[in-house]
């Protein structure tokens, strides 16, 4: 069993940065693979990044390539997201996802946090 808890999420201003973390219990977290997915006002919930824990490797949706970066400390059984040059687009609730596959695709993950709340005002 993981749960999953995040963190780090607040109100910034346009080109502004954040880091959001997803702090989780368990022993062996270090070997699930986690991903960040996020759900604006109306919207589906959508994929933003992902780590696995095997190999460190990382993805990343187009609309946020270059500019999150995510990062897990094992140690620490944390997963961060590294969140620059904000804009009003990136507004939603951000959630933390883990499972024991390696995946982008939301309905595989098992396990999710409870998601925190990211505003980009203009």
């Known amino acids: 069993q993981v749960q999953l808890v995040e963190s780090g999420g607040g109100l910034v201003q346009a080109g502004g940065s954040l880091r959001l973390s997803c702090a989780a219990s368990?022993?062996?977290?270090?070997?699930?693979?986690v991903g960040w997915f996020r759900q604006a006002s109306g919207k589906e919930r959508e994929f933003v990044a992902s780590?696995?824990?095997?190999?460190?490797?990382?993805y990343y949706a187009n609309s946020v390539k270059g500019r999150f970066t995510i990062s897990r400390d094992n140690a620490e059984n944390t997963v961060y997201l590294q969140m620059n040059s904000l804009t009003p687009e990136d507004t939603a609730v951000y959630y933390c996802?883990?499972?024991?596959?390696?995946?982008?695709?939301?309905?595989?993950?098992?396990?999710w946090g409870q998601g925190t709340q990211v505003t980009v005002s203009s």
């Open positions: 780590t696995t824990w095997s190999h460190g490797s990382t």
């Open positions: 996802a883990a499972d024991s596959r390696a995946t982008t695709v939301e309905y595989e993950y098992g396990y």
């Open positions: 368990g022993r062996t977290f270090w070997r699930y693979n």
